[in-house]
T-cell receptor, first 110, second 112 residues
Framework: DAGVTQSPTHLIKTRGQHVTLRCSPI?????VSWYQQVLGQGPQFIFQ???????GRGNFPDRFSARQFPNYSSELNVNALLLGDSALYLC?????????FGPGTRLLVL | GENVEQHPSTLSVQEGDSAVIKCTYS??????FPWYKQELGKRPQLIID?????GEKKDQRIAVTLNKTAKHFSLHITETQPEDSAVYFC???????????FGKGTRLHILP
């Protein structure tokens, strides 16, 4: 039984660039959420999608966007990268509660 | 918005002793409280959760208590083992709202 998967595992970008992160939920889960985890802190909620519709958005700028596809996989896009966007980006999927996390994508912005 | 405070930030206990981590939440509408364990370089893993209609839940060496009136909840780990060393996050989820609000984490060290 496969868990939540994310790609890529690591990514290095420079300021001003754009990045796309991908997430595949556990089979049967229709909800996907995205979190940003800065080193030494708890994960911060960015977005939640359910049945391809945005259900919630955290306190992140418009440079952050996401979408969910018919197969329930999801993409997180970040434009005009800043140094402060360096973090571990976690995807979580759920059917109801609880949410199960993927291994994350570690993004470094230079 | 919802805020979750977690204490202590670091906790060292002797192997075999108990560890207690305490959290408070601000939104009285929160109704679901998961706890996650995160080992270095790995994903957060759910270890136990509790809903607002329950005061206590236990799973082997791990227990969680919830006081809705005071808006605080705690994680108790008994008979600690070296593999319990990790960062533990408490979290709260609002009614009708699936976003998880995390505390800042507690780094637990189990001393030999």
């Amino acid at each position: 039984d496969a868990g939540v998967t994310q790609s890529p595992t690591h990514l290095i970008k420079t300021r001003g660039q754009h990045v796309t992160l991908r997430c595949s939920p556990i089979s049967g889960h229709k909800s996907v959420s995205w979190y940003q985890q800065v080193l030494g802190q708890g994960p911060q909620f960015i977005f939640q999608y359910y049945e391809k519709e945005e259900r919630g958005r955290g306190n992140f700028p418009d440079r952050f966007s996401a979408r969910q596809f018919p197969n329930y996989s999801s993409e997180l896009n970040v434009n005009a990268l800043l140094l402060g966007d360096s973090a571990l980006y976690l995807c979580a999927s759920s059917f109801t509660e609880p949410q199960y996390f993927g291994p994350g994508t570690r993004l470094l912005v230079l | 918005g919802e805020n979750v405070e977690q204490h202590p930030s670091t906790l060292s206990v002797q192997e075999g002793d108990s560890a207690v981590i305490k959290c408070t939440y601000s939104d009285s509408a929160s109704n679901y409280f998961p706890w996650y364990k995160q080992e270095l370089g790995k994903r957060p893993q759910l270890i136990i959760d509790i809903r607002s209609n329950v005061g206590e839940k236990k799973d082997q060496r791990i227990a969680v208590t919830l006081n809705k009136t005071a808006k605080h909840f705690s994680l108790h780990i008994t008979e600690t083992q070296p593999e319990d060393s990790a960062v533990y996050f408490c979290a709260a989820v609002g009614r009708g709202d699936d976003k998880i609000i995390f505390g800042k984490g507690t780094r637990l060290h189990i001393l030999p």
